[in-house]
């Protein structure tokens, strides 16, 4: 199975930047992936990493370090609208039966305030 | 701009009682899932499928069947309803398992089961 780990709540400053941490560790590393998460919502796609370094898409940004089974969401000037559940989710090839199966994090809830 | 689209968005059930969620997608994806997201918990995989007349099992598929018979069409049941499924139940569906294409996902069921 997996583990991934990302911390539950987290608190912001609008216009400021925040860093969002996932861990995992996982036997066949397929990819990882970040979702938006709105309450009551569907989760939207953020960010794809698959090999080590920094993707950049806006004011979002994901990086991955595979040797270290570490990957964060980089959040830059923050907006109200921000504030939402933030997953992690990571591809393994291993997962049983040759599939390649998301296995999603707890989520990171972060509140941007004034 | 439909996307994956589930139905009812809302239900109330009596233990014991059975039903069906509908998830439809019009991306002409191949691939398409079931997850329930629970406080505290990660979204996690209940069944999936690869393609049409497809079907497999997911991390928590016991007491809920699903059947693949068209290509857009992905439905889960519950045949004899418990208080533990109460849960909100997401359909996604991608176009492929590996690369970098992402899961798209319904706005939810939400489901409760008295």
């Known amino acids: 199975g997996q583990n991934i780990d990302q911390p539950t709540e987290m608190t912001a400053t609008e216009g400021a930047i925040v860093q969002i941490n996932c861990t995992y560790q996982t036997s066949g590393f397929n990819g990882l992936f970040w979702y938006q998460q709105h309450a009551g919502e569907a989760p939207t796609f953020l960010s794809y990493?698959?090999?080590?370094g920094l993707e950049e898409k806006g004011r979002f940004s994901s990086f991955l370090s595979r040797s270290k089974g570490y990957s964060y969401l980089l959040l830059k000037e923050l907006q109200m609208k921000d504030s939402a559940s933030y997953l992690c989710a990571v591809r393994d090839r291993n997962s049983g039966a040759g599939s390649y199966q998301l296995t999603f994090g707890k989520g990171t809830k972060l509140s941007v305030i004034p | 701009n439909a996307g994956v689209t589930q139905t009812p968005k809302f239900r109330v059930l009596k233990t014991g009682q059975s039903m069906t969620l509908l998830c439809a997608q019009d991306m002409n994806h191949e691939y398409m899932y079931w997850y329930r997201q629970d406080p505290g918990m990660g979204l996690r995989l209940i069944h999936y499928s690869v393609g049409e007349g497809t079907t497999a099992k997911g991390e928590v598929p016991d007491g809920y069947n699903v059947s693949r018979l068209k290509k857009q069409n992905f439905l889960l049941g519950l045949e004899s309803a418990a208080p533990s499924q109460t849960s909100v139940y997401f359909c996604?569906?991608?176009?492929?398992?590996?690369?970098?294409?992402?899961?798209?996902f319904g706005d939810g069921t939400r489901l409760s089961i008295l």
């Open positions: 996604a569906s991608s176009y492929s398992f590996g690369g970098n294409q992402p899961q798209h």
């Open positions: 990493n698959v090999l080590d």
